[in-house]
DNA sequence: GAATTTTGTTAGGCTAATCTAACTTTATAT
DNA sequence: ATATAAAGTTAGATTAGCCTAACAAAATTC
């Protein structure tokens, strides 16, 4: 059984390489960084992971995840994002209130439980703040969100999360209208200004990318293939 | 902040003190063996709670709980408690199996969230246990339990909890047809052979010691006036 | 009331996860 | 291609919670 300490080691590093794409490994200072602790620390972590065979190391090299690894991080990402959703659709805590709790909660180890919750919830494909929720396979089918700023003209996207969580930004998307699980559609890409005009909930807006680069969205059918051709 | 540990110590005390009648205070060796750790160990944990200033304790004399320790001792057990409600009524789990779970929920310690959920769950008075859940201000209302042996001729009890977790003790209630939260009218008490006849769903039942001595109840009209005067 | 048993304490060690400080290896840049 | 900077490692210390072994105090019993 893995501790507290070695599940967030593994999470992070499902964020710093699977979810970050692009990226299949990272450095000792980079997940020191972003875990808060100083690179000795990590240093000796990756040791002890490595020996769980969790991870793939060589002194002063790269880490990355073995599939075992990357199985129990993804698993400690879905019952953190199923634990925020109940938080979110049962108990009526807000957006931003839920990720604090569910850095505890992820760390209860009952397949059972997370699986009944799961049910409990009708299964659930996008946690509050719009990150898809791993399966019990440890996989996301879902394809991985992008922003709004990277959509084509004429496609239909639906807006899964925002970049950005503060108030200001988020009053500022309730002014425009537009709110998590709209789907929009781009009726316009200008890329000399980078302005972007979206159709939605039969309005239409012109957005700034400091508006487009902080919304994450899904193409609208690749969603509904549960496969992404774009 | 209280660590995990210090909290089990706190919720081993109110067990042992608080929920043990006539007893206010216990020694090194006792909590030692309830948590099932060394007697050093405990003499150490000791020290620092009462730096603290959650027990009470002298060198070489007897534990006993302050009011911020009987306090906090009491919002671990509400946690506990409420979270095994939760369990079963909403993920469908099983009498015994919420238990094990529960030691581990019963750490997060958000006042908001444990607020949230004894709402969600329409503010429940007992656990899957029939253990009275402590409110909000670390109190319990309602009059403790007794076993139905102790019970009077004439009154009327609910069943609120067995004292013996056994499949076979729960099969053989179930033959009975006695289930937790059933009334039942003690309508004979013999004290020669100890047999105690109950009516209870138009049924009348003998029962043995074997079976009275391990089901905890409350008397139906305390209950309902919140106030023992039995 | 002295001997024995029970109860509790202290000293010294262990492990997990962290740190700092000093050092080594690898990468970068002129 | 060597100097410097960046990245990573190692050694030694700390803290919490536990342990064992040896000891001390209190309670019990004869």
């Not at 993804?74 to 569910?102: G, N």
């Not at 850095?103 to 898809?132: C, M, T, V």
Request: charge should be negative.
């Amino acid at each position: 059984m893995l501790s507290f300490t070695e599940e967030n080691y593994l999470k992070a590093l499902v964020q710093l390489t699977i979810f970050e794409e692009g990226v299949t490994e990272v450095g000792v200072n980079r997940l020191a960084e972003y875990l808060g602790v100083k690179p000795a620390t990590v240093s000796d972590m990756v040791r002890k992971l490595k020996k769980k065979a969790l991870v793939n190391y060589e002194r002063y090299g790269k880490i990355s995840l073995t599939e075992e690894g990357r199985f129990l991080g993804m698993m400690v990402i879905r019952r953190h994002r199923l634990w925020e959703t109940f938080l979110q659709q049962k108990l009526d805590f807000s957006w931003d209130e839920v990720h604090e709790l569910a850095e505890d909660l992820e760390h209860i180890h009952s397949k059972k439980l997370i699986n009944r919750l799961d049910a409990f919830l009708d299964h659930p494909e996008f946690d509050p703040h719009g990150d898809a929720i791993p399966n019990r396979e440890g996989e996301i089918l879902i394809p991985f969100r992008r922003t709004l700023n990277d959509g084509e003209s004429g496609k239909r996207y639906k807006i899964i999360a925002v970049k950005d969580n503060s108030s200001e930004f988020l009053k500022y998307l309730d002014k425009l209208g537009i709110a998590i699980n709209d789907e929009a559609t781009i009726i316009n890409k200008e890329s000399f200004d980078e302005l972007i005009t979206i159709r939605f909930n039969g309005k239409e807006r012109v957005l700034s990318p400091k508006v487009t680069d902080y919304l994450f969205v899904i193409c609208a059918s690749c969603l509904k293939a549960k496969k992404c051709d774009c």
